[in-house]
């Protein structure tokens, strides 16, 4: 974030500009952005020191696309994801110390070490995982919204997935069904523009905004590093589908500020260094928001930087609390490959003692 | 009891497990208006209304994942693939999603989750819809696998895998569905997943087989009796849980063993259970187990080829006199 000169600023209003948006929330949304922002710089740090291992795939860019769709859903509500799904698992409720105790593959990971950066979940909240092939969340989604319909429920799921999942059979077929059942769900393409390092223009000769509507299902595109308008769309397609509108299909341009994982750097072979910095400069959803709220008159200066010391401390806390973590139990291992035991018959082939 | 037809049984088990537990539903191309592919659903769209029965797009990938996901989130689905060859398109959602997401979230979701349709060949329907399909859903961990043989098999195992909480790959068989058989009436009446069975008694030889191929087996059973040699005919039922210890009774009863599949020989199920007699009964085995396959090809169309391609009851009586040194 660059500095800003304070400015004179107009009084202070209860809702923001002409989002609907109320002023708390729109603090709120800060608050999480930056959040976001430094544990995945946390995440970062780790991963280059070698406390985390795999594939980790960072968020940094995209926190607006997390805080504006997630903070507008109920604990009962179901959020589902892609492997880059660190801030959504925050976002809907996952301890930030969960999440990064199992990046670094310790017992008191969100999934007991055993799923990692990808693969983050959090039943009690409905977080519904992190996953790691491109648009197969995409029919999970759908059997959430199936059951809630089934048991005559109102609550609503929001299914993230990067835009190259959008040319997967799975989000075809889903959206289909979604259509054909009136399935409570909206599928949320964060469109960064590339899919790992291909473009999407080079895989796809239609627009985003163009992928649902054969189905039937009715496609919004939102500037996602615009928080403010993210949220207030969110809100009112959430109002619309839990009163029993169907389906959504939310296009959300956004942009990674990072490699796709941390093996690709920032930029080179398929965007240029001048690409990324333009977009940091221009169209960073904190930034964005920054410059609302000082308009606004509601966050000025310093409480912007007791906020993003605040963010700071969670990462760092979060990062410690992994750090003292233990390691798996090697007990764990055979631990929960099968919900049911049966009493007869064997289920383990590798010869191996269990004890 | 009551007589009743394979398809039959396997209506009656969807049934009475449907009016035991609101959360079973059953959903799959052609399981509502048309009463099922091969009719196993028969009337239950009368009963139970489209909120529970329901017919699916073509979208094997989709509705099998839809599957899983209302799974996760708490209900029983019957998830009815028209045949397991159309299955393929799903494997993603069955290997990736419903046999890891227990593990990967380290216990927090369940996936009760049955998978059920013909596996193997029928009658001249050629390479893409004659295969069987069994080792692809064995070979992972997560995955429970029946294959019943027989109508009140097909009835007791059906029940106890919707009641069961892993996801089940339970595999019929389309020749199977006009069998007719003995079944227990009761809607209590549950076959416990890895209980084999033995189908008949001998002391000279075991054949070790599942599914639809313990026919062939007996058929083959048959024709040794009039040559003076009994053959042990162990139905294994379900292939995961597997029942080792009635594997090891009927090796060191007969000490001579054949396997008889219906799917390939390469990594097939057989590959599985010679190497595991040979790691525990090794001092038991009075010679090399012979396996039964279909022949090492595509099924071709033509009959002559096709039952050439098919295990055989006389292939499996030469197995055995193999195994006998006869």
Partial sequence: MAETKAKKRPPKKDVLGDYGVSVDMGLELMRQMLLYRRFEEKAEEGYAIGKIGGFCHLHIGQEGAAAGSIKALRVDDYVISSYRSHTQAIAKGVQPTAVMAELYGRADGASGGKGGSMHIFGADVNFMGGHGIVGAQVPLATGYGWKIK????????????????????????????????????????????????????????TGMEEKSGPHGVTGVSVDGQDVLATFALFKKLVADVRAGSGSYFVNLETYRFRGHSMSDPVSGT?????????????????????????????????????????????????????????????????????????????????????? | MAVMTYRDALNAALREEMILDPDVFLMGEEVAEYDGAYKVSKGLLDEFGERRVVDSPISELGFAGLGVGAAMAGLRPVIEFMTFNFAFLALDQVINNATKLHYMSDGQFKVPIVFRGPTGAALQLSAQHSQACETYYTHAPGCKVVTPGTPADAKGLLKAAIRDDDPVAFMEGETLYSLKGEVPDDDDFIIP?????????????????????IHVALQAAGKLEKDGIEADVLDLRTIRPLDMDAILETVAKTNRVVYLEEGWPFAGTGAQIVSMIQEEAFDHLDAPIRRVTQAD????????????????????VEACNQVLYR
């Avoid at chain 2, 997943?193 to 191929?213: F, Q």
């Avoid at chain 2, 090809?297 to 499996?316: D, F, G, Q, T």
């Fill in chain 1, 270 to 355: 398929y965007r240029s260094t001048e690409e990324v910095e333009h977009h940091k400069k221009e169209k960073d959803p904190i930034s964005v928001l920054r410059e609302r709220l000082f308009d606004a008159g509601v966050l000025d200066q310093e409480r912007l930087e007791e906020m993003d010391a605040e963010a700071r401390q969670i990462a760092a806390d979060a990062a410690d609390f992994a750090e003292a973590s233990p390691v798996p139990d090697p007990d764990r291992l055979y631990a929960n490959v099968w919900a049911e035991v049966n009493p007869n018959g064997r289920l383990f082939f590798d010869g191996r003692s269990r004890d």
């Fill in chain 2, 193 to 213: 997943l890895g209980v084999a069975d033995l189908k008949r008694e001998g002391s000279d030889v075991s054949i070790i087989t599942h599914g639809k191929m």
């Fill in chain 1, 150 to 205: 089934y048991r005559g429920e109102d609550s609503v799921v929001v299914c993230f997935m990067g835009d190259a999942a959008v040319n997967q059979g799975a989000f075809h077929e889903s959206l289909n069904m979604a259509a054909v059942w009136d399935l409570p769900v909206i599928y949320v393409v964060e469109h960064n523009e590339y899919g790992m390092g291909t473009a999407f223009n080079r895989v796809s000769t």
């Fill in chain 2, 297 to 316: 090809i595509p099924m071709p169309y033509a009959k002559n080829l096709e039952n050439l391609a098919k295990p055989s009851a006389n292939r499996v």
